[in-house]
């Protein structure tokens, strides 16, 4: 089932320049998103990647309904999350990292309390629902006290939970962990992997933080200047356009053992050291069968491409190795939570 | 494919209304949190509609009866104008912390709940200097009826609460024209500042002071004589005094539903505005 479909949207934003000299100059435009089609399944987990200013926000506020875009449709679960707002709202938990969804001068347990009320959740699935949270987000140590007076990585606690209270079969998360400590940051992460493991959510992560989406996402898309470049699998991005895998093999001391094999290029010997590149489509478990089989091999330790490498060479301008041009999209296949 | 919220007119207005009380409670609650805010807020209102109130008087108190009006002519309009007021801060005053809530961000999650944005806007901070106004404007009102001695009879008390509810109606309207506007152009703000002024400097006094340009745009572009001076002069049999014919002192009811649907209008456009270009 689509949970998001996004359909040729479009967004500008036009630029007001100084009163006294808008007549001599041009009217100044900026595409924050450029024919931009996507769908999410339900239960799909999508990290939604991009340099600042790529379109990112741009395009969680579309899909939320905050921002209406010049052209193209939003869907999500059937309704415009424009014209539906009240019934939009029901279905989808929103976070921003930046700003907090709580009431400033209660405590945060007022604000879930209310939440409660605005969903209209029974009592006892509150309470559970909020058990289950603190378990997993350790509110309780703080929940007495006043928004206004909660740590950043408390405040983001509470309005993660806020945001899932109501179990939104849609979830979108603008930088979640920004700015939070290690320890924090896992508890959010762990309890982003509960909602995916239920399979019920499309959960939609905006971050610049490689790590959380190498933990959370099957699934990225990947914008820049307003458009996507690129909407796959991690594996597919770290190993696309030829990109692959090192492996380092040392080798028996004159064994003799293998040095040109097929299914990888030789990078560097150096005496018992074999570096070798994985030819695109070999797996690991293949060439590893390959070393063993030729035997002389001592150990094998494989070095994958990290996410982070991909998009520091993306972003800045190199998109060879996104397999050519940035358009067009490819159609994802809905992938596991 | 259909919305998995599918639910009928009836189920979203039980809803929007949940929704409301929870707000409102917890802007209550936000008041309350603090109880020398609390007490400080409802003293504010007070001093201030007492210095209006202070102001009219002597005023009034000073010159000879102006255009035929008393000085408890002139302040019954003055405390029906600080009534309407009053319940117009009861219950709508946060329309005029639009700006604020925008720049909190409290407005764009407003937009992320189940529940229409107005109502969240109007229940997302209890309005304690509602409370101040509120005596200050009942107050005023029981002294200067009982200075002017007037024959009630129901239609006459009908339509002096009618005139209270029509001048909040007109108050709330400015206000959504003004926060359309607002919504449409941030620079704009200042324009709730002006239009408090406007109704709070002008809608005090009997329209007949003022010179014949200020008599027809308070009329017939901004409606501030009829948010207390028309009705209130019906209320006082002074309809046949009044500029531009007594027709006009019974039709605030009506002026105050036309505009609010102007206001309703500009509210919707500046929501739409506001989401097609933010802010």
């Known amino acids: 089932m689509t949970a998001i479909e996004v359909r040729e949207v479009s967004k500008r934003f036009r630029l007001r320049g100084p009163l006294l000299r808008r007549g001599r100059q041009p009217r100044r435009e900026t595409v924050a998103l450029d024919r931009v089609s996507l769908e999410i399944g339900a239960g799909e987990f999508v990290g939604l990647l991009g340099q600042n200013g790529a379109g990112k926000s741009t395009l969680v506020r579309v899909m939320t309904g905050l921002l209406v875009p010049d052209s193209g449709t939003v869907r999500v679960l059937g309704l415009d999350p424009n014209r539906d707002q009240v019934r939009n709202a029901a279905n989808i938990g929103v976070t921003f990292g930046q700003r907090t969804q709580l009431w400033w001068d209660l405590r945060a347990r007022d604000s879930f309390g209310i939440l409660r009320d605005m969903y209209g959740l029974p009592e006892p699935v509150f309470v559970r629902r909020m058990r289950e949270l603190d378990d997993v987000l350790g509110l309780s140590g703080f929940w007495d006290t006043q928004a206004r007076h909660l740590s950043l990585g408390q405040r983001v606690r509470c309005d993660l939970a806020a945001a899932v209270l109501h179990r939104p079969l849609v979830l979108f998360l603008d930088e979640p962990t920004i700015g939070l400590d290690v320890l924090v940051r896992s508890q959010v992460r762990a309890m982003l992997a509960d909602l995916a493991r239920t399979g019920d959510h499309a959960i939609v992560l905006t971050t610049h933080d490689v790590d959380d989406v190498e933990a959370l996402c099957p699934r990225i898309v990947l914008i820049d200047r307003g458009r996507p470049l690129f909407d796959g699998t991690l594996a597919d991005l770290t190993g696309i356009g030829g990109r692959s895998g090192t492996v380092t093999v040392e080798l028996t001391a004159g064994g003799g053992g293998p040095v040109r094999l097929p299914g990888a290029r030789l990078l560097e010997l150096d005496g018992v050291r074999a570096t070798y590149a994985l030819d695109p489509g070999v797996g690991q478990e293949e060439f590893a069968a390959r070393l063993l089989g030729a035997g002389g091999v001592r150990s094998i330790d494989f070095e994958g491409v990290r996410l982070e490498d991909v998009l520091r060479s993306v972003y800045a301008g190199d998109h060879s190795r996104l397999g050519g041009p940035p358009a067009p999209v490819l159609p994802a296949a809905p992938a596991p939570p | ?279």
Not at chain 2, 94 to 102: F, H, S
Request: net charge positive.
């Open chain 2, 1 to 279: 494919m259909t919305g998995v919220a599918r639910t009928t007119a009836g189920a979203r207005t039980r809803r929007a209304w949940r929704a409301a009380g929870a707000t409102g409670r917890a802007g209550l609650r936000e008041r309350l949190a603090d109880k020398a805010d609390f007490a400080l807020a409802i003293v504010n209102g007070v001093t201030y509609q007492v210095t209006v109130l202070l102001f009219a008087t002597v005023v009034f108190t000073r010159f000879p009866p102006l255009a035929g009006w008393t000085v408890g002519q002139v302040l019954l309009v003055s405390s029906v104008r600080l009534l309407a007021h009053a319940v117009f801060v009861l219950g709508f005053t946060n329309v005029r912390e639009i700006p604020y809530l925008i720049r909190q961000g409290r407005f764009d999650s407003f937009l992320l709940r189940p529940a229409p944005v107005l109502l969240q806007v109007c229940t997302s901070r209890f309005p304690l200097n509602a409370v101040g106004d509120l005596t200050v404007a009942v107050t005023s009102l029981g002294v200067c009826l009982s200075m002017l001695r007037l024959d009630w009879t129901p239609a006459r008390a009908g339509f002096l609460v009618l005139a209270v509810a029509s001048g909040a109606v007109l108050e709330l309207a400015l206000a959504l024209c003004t926060a359309g506007v607002v919504l449409l152009r941030p620079g704009s703000e200042a324009l709730f500042s002006w239009l408090d002024t406007v109704i709070g400097s002008f809608g005090n006094y009997p329209l007949n002071v003022f010179p014949a340009v200020l008599r027809a745009a308070f009329t017939f572009v901004l409606p501030v004589a009829f948010v207390a001076f028309y009705p209130v002069a019906a209320v006082l049999g002074k309809a046949d005094t009044v500029p531009y014919g007594p027709a006009l002192t019974l039709v605030a009811p009506l002026v105050a539903l036309v505009w609010l649907g102007v206001g309703r209008w500009a509210w919707r456009a500046g929501l739409r505005a506001y989401r097609r270009h933010g802010w």
